[in-house]
């Protein structure tokens, strides 16, 4: 499928693997560790919203673990709506050399075209919490599990507990002109940013026995311009900055690069984020 939001990820793909991915795919890949020991032999492994396919990596490197001990063979499917997203993770993956294991295809999380009942176990990092229809992609994701099958997501947490989504959105915020800040919609993610929010969503939506934990961990980036760079081309910030003029765009790279300068000590430092998220993993009904 091919829509705006796709091409925008498409467009973000290349500097999302170069700059995003080997953050999250840390996440990604605690996610799946998380979960790993209650995946039954031979797991059919689906991974939503797959971006580069760190998950999948960790995934199909547990696959290939069990075979080698004279297990059966199971199988990881790494999945994303942008098809360059999707290009970049089959390129990550074919260099484990375990095409037996772990195949990249292109498809909506929020309209899977997998039968019902395929999977023991659907992934998704960062990924589900971001479409425009959250519930339809916990319920996909719920219809192609089988029953007492595995979910397991990771979602960032609000501004309040997570510096890096603070720290970000701080000096876009304080140089956005009042006319756009004032038609921005509240982010609908907020509502599952809390443990609770969270808890009850994945609950209302065919899910049994859902656990929270916090997951923290520190992003680093090598320069003040570079953070900029993986900010910039983002579809959600660009989302904002479509709204402004090519002046106020200067306006809101300048405040965002003086702060992060004065965080880093210059403009050639490093800086560090510490980032905070949720697992969450329950069992489909
Ligand atoms: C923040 S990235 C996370 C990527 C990866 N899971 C990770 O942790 O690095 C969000 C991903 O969601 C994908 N995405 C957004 N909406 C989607 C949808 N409706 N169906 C499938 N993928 C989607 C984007 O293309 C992008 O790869």
């Given at each position: 499928m091919?829509n705006?939001?796709?091409?925008a990820?498409?467009r973000?793909?290349?500097?999302y693997?170069r700059?995003g991915a080997p953050?999250?795919?840390?996440?990604?890949?605690s996610?799946?560790?998380?979960?790993?020991?209650?995946?039954?032999?031979?797991p059919?492994?689906l991974?939503?919203a797959?971006g580069?396919?760190?998950?999948s990596r960790?995934?199909?490197?547990h696959?290939?673990?069990?075979?080698t001990?004279?297990?059966?063979?199971?199988?990881v499917?790494?999945?994303?709506?942008?098809a360059e997203m999707?290009?970049?993770?089959?390129?990550?993956l074919?260099?484990?050399?375990?095409?037996?294991i772990?195949?990249c295809?292109?498809?909506?999380?929020?309209a899977?075209?997998?039968?019902?009942?395929s999977?023991?176990a659907?992934?998704?990092?960062f990924?589900?919490?971001?479409?425009?229809?959250r519930?339809a992609?916990?319920r996909?994701?719920?219809?192609v599990?089988?029953?007492?099958?595995l979910l397991?997501?990771?979602v960032?947490r609000?501004?309040?507990?997570?510096?890096?989504?603070?720290l970000?959105?701080?000096?876009?915020?304080a140089a956005l002109?009042?006319r756009?800040?004032?038609s921005l919609p509240?982010p609908?993610?907020l509502?599952?940013a809390?443990?609770?929010?969270?808890?009850?969503?994945?609950?209302?939506?065919?899910?049994?026995d859902v656990?929270?934990?916090?997951f923290?961990?520190?992003?680093?980036v090598?320069?003040?311009g570079t953070?900029?760079?993986?900010?910039?081309?983002?579809?959600?910030?660009q989302?904002?900055?479509a709204?402004?003029?090519?002046?106020e765009?200067s306006?809101?790279?300048?405040?965002?690069?003086?702060?992060?300068?004065?965080?880093?000590?210059?403009p050639d430092r490093?800086?560090?984020f510490?980032?905070?998220?949720?697992?969450?993993?329950?069992?489909?009904?």
């Amino acid at each position: 499928m091919t829509n705006e939001l796709s091409k925008a990820w498409d467009r973000y793909a290349r500097t999302y693997a170069r700059l995003g991915a080997p953050f999250t795919g840390y996440i990604a890949q605690s996610l799946f560790h998380t979960v790993a020991g209650r995946l039954p032999p031979a797991p059919r492994i689906l991974e939503v919203a797959c971006g580069n396919g760190e998950l999948s990596r960790a995934a199909a490197l547990h696959c290939l673990a069990e075979k080698t001990v004279g297990g059966q063979l199971g199988r990881v499917v790494a999945t994303d709506f942008s098809a360059e997203m999707v290009g970049l993770a089959a390129r990550n993956l074919s260099i484990l050399g375990l095409d037996d294991i772990v195949r990249c295809e292109v498809h909506d999380g929020e309209a899977l075209g997998f039968d019902a009942g395929s999977f023991d176990a659907v992934f998704s990092a960062f990924g589900i919490f971001l479409f425009p229809d959250r519930n339809a992609g916990w319920r996909e994701a719920a219809r192609v599990l089988r029953p007492g099958g595995l979910l397991a997501t990771a979602v960032w947490r609000g501004s309040d507990e997570n510096a890096l989504a603070r720290l970000q959105m701080a000096p876009i915020m304080a140089a956005l002109p009042e006319r756009v800040r004032a038609s921005l919609p509240r982010p609908s993610w907020l509502d599952i940013a809390s443990k609770d929010g969270l808890e009850r969503e994945i609950a209302s939506a065919g899910f049994a026995d859902v656990e929270v934990s916090v997951f923290d961990a520190v992003l680093t980036v090598p320069t003040p311009g570079t953070m900029w760079e993986f900010m910039y081309e983002n579809p959600v910030i660009q989302g904002v900055l479509a709204r402004c003029t090519e002046a106020e765009i200067s306006a809101i790279e300048e405040s965002v690069l003086s702060s992060f300068k004065a965080k880093a000590g210059g403009p050639d430092r490093p800086l560090r984020f510490e980032a905070s998220c949720h697992f969450a993993v329950a069992r489909r009904i």
